[in-house]
């Protein structure tokens, strides 16, 4: 069965720090993706990555950066972490653009910043 | 920009009843109408898609509705169960691959 891990369900954070949530997927996909979820504004995209070492920035990029050093990890790293960063967020991967393949989401990583 | 609308934004269901959730779209270059289904602690989940050359599709007690020409495209749920209590999403996609998500819906059914 497909399988996307994020590593932390909650986590707690000071304004300013540098945080990074880590996402592993077991699928062999090309394609990952970090989203936001906040109430009422539905799922945002924030960056995806269609190979290893490769990224696009999504709709709401600032203050954000990405990394993926090998195809199953997915990083996303808040560089100063800021209070409106305080949401959920959530990766996915799909295996092929372009395709109607599902995308496959994690549980979440629900981030306060304080 | 708000390129998808989908409501209502909440929906409370008896047991046995029919949910319908609406979701209305601007870009006609929208190619692929899927529905994602969200319970409480755990990423969406495909539930259904629709491609456009089709009017409707049904599995099991979840159908997509499509209608082209008003850009729109619903999910109806029959015969409602409290376990299908969870928030819905529609997310279009163009090219096969820029993904859009609505607001969601949060459905809950009373038993």
């Known amino acids: 069965d497909v399988k996307v891990t994020q590593s932390s369900r909650y986590l707690v954070k000071r304004t300013g720090e540098k945080v990074f949530l880590e996402c592993v997927q077991d699928?062999?996909?090309?394609?990952m993706f970090w989203y936001r979820q906040d109430p009422g504004l539905g799922l945002r995209l924030i960056y995806f990555s269609y190979d290893v070492k490769m990224k696009e920035k999504g709709d709401i990029p600032e203050g954000y950066s990405v990394s993926r050093e090998k195809k199953e990890r997915f990083s996303l790293i808040l560089e100063s972490a800021s209070t409106n960063q305080t949401s959920m967020y959530l990766c996915?991967?799909?295996?092929?653009?372009?395709?109607?393949?599902?995308?496959?989401f994690g549980d979440g990583t629900r981030l306060s910043i304080l | 920009q708000q390129q998808v609308k989908q409501s209502p934004q909440s929906l409370i269901v008896q047991k046995g009843g029919i949910s319908i959730i609406n979701c209305a779209y601007e870009?006609?270059?929208?190619?692929?109408f899927p529905w994602y289904q969200q319970f409480p602690g755990k990423g969406p989940a495909l539930l259904i898609a629709?491609?456009?050359?089709?009017s409707e599709k049904k599995e099991g007690r979840f159908t997509i509705s499509f209608n082209k020409s008003a850009k729109q495209f619903s999910l109806h749920i029959m015969d409602s169960q409290p376990g299908d209590s969870a928030t819905y999403f529609c997310a279009p996609l163009y090219n096969n691959n820029d993904m859009r998500f609505g607001a969601g819906t949060r459905l809950t059914v009373k038993p």
């Open positions: 629709i491609r456009p050359d089709v």
């Open positions: 870009n006609t270059a929208f190619d692929y």
């Open positions: 699928m062999d996909h090309e394609n």
């Open positions: 996915a991967s799909r295996g092929q653009l372009y395709s109607n393949q599902p995308q496959h």
